[in-house]
């Protein structure tokens, strides 16, 4: 069983940065670098959105409203997921999730667009970015 927790969220304002963290427990020490990971957020009243996910062999593939923002990486000896935020803005104030697939064998390109392929996901952290 792998567990997901977001930290890192907070408030921030305009043209800031972040860094969210994920860490994985559970049987993830010899596993996790099989693992593909995804960031994602939901602001209320709007639906989740993909943001950013990286395949087992590193490919990233990010939507177009964060490319050139934001940045994916992950450390496998720590079982850890990033998610650097820079030049934040208003609109991405949300609650932001990171999600797991485990055993994963699908490219980063058709995972940006299947969100539904996570299997496990953390609780969330909240980003407030003020004007």
């Known amino acids: 069983q792998v567990e997901l927790v977001e930290s890192g969220g907070g408030s921030v304002q305009a043209g800031g940065s972040l860094r969210l963290s994920c860490a994985a427990s559970g049987d993830t020490f010899s596993t996790f670098r099989n693992y593909c990971m995804g960031w994602f957020r939901q602001a209320p009243g709007k639906e989740r959105e993909a943001l950013a996910v990286?395949?087992?062999?590193?490919?990233?593939s990010y939507t177009e409203s964060v490319k050139g923002r934001f940045t994916i990486s992950r450390d496998n000896a720590k079982t850890i997921l990033y998610l650097q935020m820079n030049s934040l803005k208003p609109e991405d104030t949300a609650m932001y999730y990171c999600?797991?697939?485990?055993?994963?064998?699908?490219?980063?390109?058709?995972?940006?667009?299947?969100?539904?392929?996570?299997?496990?996901w953390g609780p969330g952290t909240q980003v407030t970015v003020s004007s």
């Open positions: 990286i395949d087992r062999g590193d490919g990233m």
């Open positions: 999600a797991a697939k485990e055993n994963c064998f699908v490219s980063d390109l058709v995972l940006i667009r299947r969100s539904d392929l996570f299997r496990h």
